[in-house]
């Protein structure tokens, strides 16, 4: 490491995390290999297992605790724990999950794709424990894609060319290069785009807010780089056993298509989300099940999040 290496800064947002927080702390050292790692922020979102405790043992770590006081989401949590940087000495911001674990010179890896011109966000290529691929990367959402999601599932979707949102071929994660925008586990953000960009929504609270900052950071030009030699373990999974977030998600990605789409599209793009789910649901999908409720009744829709 030289003195012009990348100064790097690292936001872990944590919820009852003590399970997997330390592992993933534990990996900084490594994952850090060839940068220079400024600061590491845990942006705890009132965890009453020990996660900050936990947190405040790696006293080798330059590291802080940034308290929210409630589960404010994991867009508040980010934008407090970059509130608590100085970015004038900083290059960029490492946002991620306590349930990952980066592999060595990970962060040398991605701030290498940020050197190029308008590279604004890159991310890793992500494997579960067992070292599986997991498919992070992810097209623009469109009505057709909705509808061939609901008709045939997102899985075999996304082998068919380019008819799914979830890209899930293999073979595109063997090289780097952009994409549309990619699961919010873990990304580098330069600081330039940080702050031509601005804070990550707040309203999302969980799921979909990576998808809006990522399309915004687009918008304004900046592009998102995939970089296979930076390796990150990411456990996850909740939102597919969890009928609450996975309501949560699914009425997030409907929200943010109006947003960013006319009356006519958002309504197509409801109405096949709302037959994906009512198919998945008779047969019995718990999951699916709880997001067909919160589709159609506004008023059972989550609006803060437990604890």
């Keep these: 490491m030289t003195s012009d290496s990348p100064r790097i800064a690292i936001v872990l947002v944590t919820y009852n995390s003590t399970k997997v927080l330390g592992d993933c ?4 050292s490594a994952g850090s290999r060839g940068v220079r790692l400024a600061q590491v922020v845990v ?12 947190a405040e043992e790696f006293t080798d770590l330059p590291l802080s605790v940034v308290r929210l006081g409630r589960n404010a989401g994991y867009a508040a949590a980010i934008n407090a724990g970059i509130a608590a940087m100085d970015l004038d000495r900083l290059d960029a911001v490492f946002v991620a999950n306590p349930d990952c674990r980066l592999r060595t010179g990970a962060l040398a890896e991605l701030a290498a794709a940020l050197r190029e011109p308008g590279h604004g966000i890159a ?50 994660y063997e090289r780097p290069g952009p994409a549309t925008w990619a699961t919010g ?15 990550w929504d707040e309203s999302f609270l969980l799921y979909s807010e990576e998808t809006e900052f990522a399309l915004r950071a687009g918008d304004r030009g900046w592009t998102l780089w995939y970089e296979p030699a930076a390796v990150v373990e ?74």
């Design 185 to 199: 586990a873990a990304m580098l953000i330069s600081v330039a785009a940080l702050r031509d960009v601005g804070p």
């Design 123 to 172: 991310v890793p290529r992500l494997l579960a424990p067992d070292g599986t691929l997991q498919p992070s990367l992810r097209r623009m959402p469109t009505v057709g894609r909705a509808v061939a999601e609901a008709v045939i599932g997102g899985r075999l979707a996304g082998r068919i060319r380019t008819l799914g949102e979830v890209i899930t071929d293999p073979r595109h």
């Design 234 to 307: 990411h456990i996850g999974g909740e939102s597919g056993v969890s009928p609450m977030l996975a309501a949560l998600l699914v009425v997030n990605k409907v929200r943010l298509f109006r947003r960013r789409r006319g009356s006519v599209a958002s309504l197509a793009y409801y109405l096949a989300t709302v037959l994906g789910q009512t198919v998945r649901a008779l047969v019995g999908s718990r999951t699916s099940r709880a997001s067909l409720i919160a589709l159609v009744r506004p008023s059972r829709r989550l609006q803060t999040l437990p604890g």
């Design 25 to 28: 702390l534990r990996s900084l």
């Design 43 to 54: 942006a705890d979102n009132a965890s009453k297992d020990g996660s900050v405790e936990l």
